[in-house]
């Protein structure tokens, strides 16, 4: 009987890293985006001392 119980516990675990790495991505996805607003307003040029 655990024979069965065993893979199931295995993917249960799997889904959840599964889901923590989908949710890691989005948030690195989203601020990324916020990032490229924020730089993109920014003049490429605004650092150079010229």
Not at 15 to 32: P, T
Request: net charge positive; proline share 6%; charged share 25%.
């Amino acid at each position: 009987m655990r024979s069965i119980f065993r893979p199931l516990r295995t993917l249960r675990e799997n889904l959840r890293q599964i889901n923590a790495a989908v949710n890691a991505s989005r948030e690195f996805s989203e601020a990324s985006k916020n990032r490229g607003d924020v730089t993109s307003s920014i003049s490429p040029l605004s650092g150079i001392p010229l």
